[in-house]
């Protein structure tokens, strides 16, 4: 009786129908059939098992490239369409990594289902009913989440489920514009303040490659709850089973436009176009915003609002929203980023590079196993060589991140003056690209050596880094670029650079002219050693791009443990990965979701938290 879990079952790439095939095929069978000690694998009914994860393994070390699947065994239905399997399955022991029995607790569901009961999302078009089950209080209370990004749309979310009555502004602009705006910029090299790579629905995250991989941890309740809601509005099932799953832009932006018309369903007010420009504060509460639209202008009718909450999901370039916290003295504190180049190879190299004979089966998108992605990493000592007196060796960390399969280098500046990059990919991952960040740590003390100061010491550094970048393109958002191997050499790449995928043009630059020394060594360090774990990432068709900022928040709005508040002011709930609390699309939904049950158990809508 009892649900089984089954790890570690690996099969072979010639043996296993593919990257795109979830089901239990005969090869998997075996490999179950091994496991449970069971002598004849074809006598195991498929419909018993279910696959809940599945990864590519193409590792150096092993002999062969393998799939690697986790199977849930629901022992009833083994027994009542096997009978014969019985004497194997009563007397079967958890074995370690291997095989364990499956608590219930390790089971989440959507969100909605997990706030109403398990009921369908399909069911709830009015959800009334439900929230006088939450709430000790007669009149609605009103809150305003600011930012429409993964933390804002779970905020919005579960406040709304819970009876809120939520407003949702966001200075950008809904995902049909935004792409036109995005067209705009990519194709006329027209920039949109307020609705371009970081700011509109969805967030940074909509023209992004999608990745929904987390160091938050896979089996992590919140995370799969996540995953679960983003299935609701759409996203496919194979999320939940895929080892590294990732949606892409084509499946990003139906998903919002199904989580925003579900989000109106629920009484969400939504407001695009509409920029929070001020805090309405008494003492040291804060009871609402100003807003203005997004060109600047006040709305006479409604230029400042009254919430009994604000929830501030703005993300990590909304650095005149940063400055405007200081104003009102709340808490804002430095917080350790990264800053880098994002280099750009052919991705057939990068298939090679991984899969040696087997990159034939990758078919740009189409094939057997995965494109292929990395993960590098590693510690490089260096010296704060121009500004200090004394000569430390300190270690920094440098690391690939952020690497998109297929994809394309695209700017993610929010001011013509500035120039920063970062990447996107469709979810076939065809293109002829693979990009990644390749990024060193900055901390405090960083700053402090390289004379930035202040709460937002981090944000000069990235806007000087930008500025610096976007002269040395010459201007019309032109990105300055150098070979790997030039890079590593200190030389300007004259000869020949090879092509790029970033649509608005790349001009050769010695990109060491950009970063202060210990940064240029690290990154040259790292990336030497980065060749030996992927022989030929050096080469001359890698091309790096400068530059890549905008990793994470440079800044932590600091918040309560216990009721999410600011730690400076009541009534301010600030959140997801602006906020210095989450890094990538699930960890700033999950971010966003923890905060919505906060707001709503301040607000006596909610009496427990997940
Ligand atoms: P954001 O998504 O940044 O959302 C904040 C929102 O607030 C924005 O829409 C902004 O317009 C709005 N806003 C800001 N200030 C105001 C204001 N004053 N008034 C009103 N609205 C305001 N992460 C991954 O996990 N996987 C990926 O593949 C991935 N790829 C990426 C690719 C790109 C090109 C970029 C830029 C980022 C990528 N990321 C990826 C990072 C990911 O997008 C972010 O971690 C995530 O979106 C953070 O969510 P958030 O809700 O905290 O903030």
Known sequence: EGVWRIS????????????????????????????????VASMLPPEAFNVVRKSFDARKFQKE?????????????????????????????????????LHNDTISGDLTSMIHGNRNIDEDASLGEDVNK???????????????????????????EVGADVTLVERG??????????????????????????????????????KLVTRI????????????????????????VDGKPHLGTDRLIPLLRNFRQYLQELGVTIRFGTRVDDLLVKGEHVVGVKISDSKGNIESSCQKLE?????????HSARDTYQMLLSHNVDVSRKDFAVGLRIEHPQELINNIQYSELSSEVQRGRGKVPVADYQVAQYVNGKYKDTLSNLEPISHGCYSFCMCPGGQVVLTSTDPTELCVNGMSFSKRSSRWANAAIVVTVSSKDLEALNFHGPLAGVQFQRALEQK???????????????????LDNKLSVTSIPPSSYRLGVKAANLHELFPI??????????????????????????LHGVETRTSSPIQITRRNDTWESTSHKGLYPVGEGAGYAGGIVSAAVDGMHAGFSVAQQLGLYDSTI
């Not at 000790?136 to 749309?153: A, D, N, Q």
């Not at 919430?307 to 993300?315: M, R």
């Not at 040259?524 to 068709?541: C, H, N, T, Y």
Request: net charge negative.
């Open 307 to 315: 919430y009994d909450a604000v929830v501030l999901a703005v993300g």
């Open 469 to 487: 970048a976007a002269m040395m393109g010459g201007g019309n958002f032109v990105v300055p670029v150098q070979t790997v191997t030039d890079f």
């Open 217 to 240: 941890g896979r089996n992590n309740s919140s995370v799969l709850t996540v995953l679960k809601t983003l299935v609701q509005f759409g996203a496919p099932n194979s999320i939940l």
């Open 8 to 39: 570690k079952l690996g099969v072979s790439v010639h043996e296993d129908p593919g990257k795109d095939f979830l089901g239990v095929s005969e090869a998997l069978l075996k490999e179950i059939a091994k496991v449970l000690e069971f002598p």
């Open 134 to 160: 939450f709430s000790t209080t007669t009149k609605k209370p009103k809150v305003v989440v600011v930012g429409s990004g993964p933390s804002g749309l779970f905020a919005s979310l579960v406040l709304a």
């Open 518 to 543: 210990h940064i240029t060594e690290a990154l040259q360090r790292a990336i030497s050693i980065f060749d030996k774990e992927l022989p030929g990432f050096v080469s001359e068709s890698g091309l």
């Open 173 to 210: 602009q809904a995902v049909e514009q935004r792409g036109r705006d995005i067209g705009a910029l990519v194709v006329r090299r027209m920039l949109q303040l307020e609705s371009n790579f970081c700011f509109g629905e969805g967030g940074a995250g909509t023209w992004s490659d999608g």
């Open 65 to 101: 490239a393998k799939f690697v699947y986790t199977v849930d065994m629901d022992a009833h239905k083994l027994l009542t369409l096997e009978p014969r399997t019985e004497e194997f399955i009563t007397e079967l022991e958890p074995k370690h990594g291997h095989l364990e029995i």
